[in-house]
């Protein structure tokens, strides 16, 4: 068993700044949890108050059922992997993941046994006769990794391990920490500031903002169903569009949400109606995500925008339109149609104009 309860955990620094305000928030028994937010919001302090290299300034932490807020960092049986998994320079890379287990005098045998299969696991075996200064600053962080994980701890923290690397080694080592994570099931928490990471790897997010628990749970509920304004734009790479719409029933047939120039009305049937009519009369926030927005044709006749194309940008894989809907621009996936591109460099006869009879809607709503 190996769980972790923060409750109503505060971590106040020297000259009085609060770094983490009155958390609570668990990790179950193998569960992987990703604390997630922007640079500064207090996601290192907290893994490492859970560490022991941080005290606690007030709540409890509790570790299998037990406070452990004065446990030295020794005797929690926590393994740590930091963002530059700093390695002995002189060992070579058996001698390093080896040192955990060497300091506690375990069997040699078994020694080279677990060395040599999380070796395999992280694919630096052939590397194992090597020293660190010799090694990519991908495969260093494979033995950081198996240095870590290598006395089977009950608790492995990770603070942003993959930050370091370019983005290939960065999906390839994503990839093997989760299945070397799960396979083992030791219960993990691993910070980053990375939205992909976080949704990729993790059972359960928590988002942190300025020392605050904006919201937790399953990447999926999150994403679709943010807590708070803040979860969903920091969970959108691309812009989100925020609009404040005026929220309405009338004669209790439909939803409308008035945002001032245009008007959505959505039937009952629709999942969002009922938990948006509870604001009838009041103001919502709504969160329009660029991919779950569309062209359609004039004759659509489902919720849409009526907008004007500005410009127009070649993504590589899609073009992102940019429309005037008399609220911020909207950027839509745009299909690389030749007048598209013609419209843009200012070729077709009248240029942007040709494009801007256009409706805009939930893409989910397409007939
Ligand atoms: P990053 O992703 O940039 O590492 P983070 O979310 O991990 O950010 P923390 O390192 O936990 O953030 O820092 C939270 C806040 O506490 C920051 O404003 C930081 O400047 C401050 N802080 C961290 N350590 C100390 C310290 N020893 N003394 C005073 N302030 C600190």
């Known amino acids: 068993m190996s769980s972790v309860v923060l409750d109503k955990v505060t971590k106040v620094y ?7 305000d009155r958390l609570s928030l668990h990790a179950d028994d193998g569960e992987f949890l990703v604390l997630l937010g922007p640079s500064g919001c207090g996601k290192s302090t907290l893994l490492r108050m859970i560490a022991g290299l941080e005290g606690i300034t007030e709540g409890s932490l509790w570790l299998d ?17 930091f963002q530059n998994g700093a390695l002995y320079p002189h060992r070579t890379v058996r001698g390093n993941i080896a040192f955990p287990l060497e300091i506690a005098k375990a069997d040699p045998a078994m020694v080279r046994e677990r060395v040599t299969e999380l070796s395999k696991a992280l694919h630096i075996d052939e590397t194992l006769d090597r020293r660190p200064g010799t090694l990519s600053g991908g495969q260093r962080q494979r033995v950081a990794m198996g240095r870590a994980i290598v006395r089977r701890p009950r608790l492995f923290l ?4 993959l930050s370091n690397l370019d983005a290939g080694m960065r999906t390839e080592l994503r990839m093997e920490i989760s299945a070397l994570v799960r396979s083992l099931g030791v219960t993990t928490i691993y910070v980053t500031h990375d939205q992909v990471e976080a949704l990729t790897l993790a059972d359960r997010i928590a988002i942190l903002n300025r020392g605050v628990l904006q919201d937790v749970g399953t990447p999926a509920q999150i994403y679709n169903d943010p807590a708070t304004a803040f979860v969903a734009a920091f969970l959108n790479s691309q812009q989100l569009n925020l609009l404040a719409a005026e929220v309405r029933t ?3 047939q439909y939803v409308l949400l008035d945002f001032g120039p245009h008007q959505l009305t959505l039937p009952w049937s629709d999942p969002r109606a009922y938990a948006i009519s509870q604001h009838t009369g009041g103001q919502v926030l709504v969160g329009l995500r660029p991919d779950g927005l569309a062209p359609v044709p004039e004759s659509y006749e489902g919720p849409s925008f009526y907008g004007r194309v500005r410009a127009l940008e070649y993504h590589g894989h899609d073009w992102l339109a940019y429309v005037d809907c008399g609220i911020p621009h909207v950027p839509v996936p745009e299909p690389p149609d030749p007048r598209a591109r013609a419209a843009q460099d200012g070729e077709a006869p009248g240029g942007l104009p040709g494009l801007v009879r256009r409706l805009f809607g939930w893409q989910e709503e397409h007939p």
């Not at 020297?14 to 983490?20: I, R, S």
């Not at 004065?70 to 992997?81: I, K």
């Not at 990770?158 to 391990?161: G, K, R, V």
């Open 250 to 252: 009338p004669q209790n």
């Open 158 to 161: 990770m603070d942003e391990p």
């Open 14 to 20: 020297p000259g009085d700044f609060l770094a983490v």
């Open 65 to 81: 059922g037990q406070v452990a807020n004065h446990l030295a960092p020794r005797d929690r049986d926590v393994a740590m992997v």
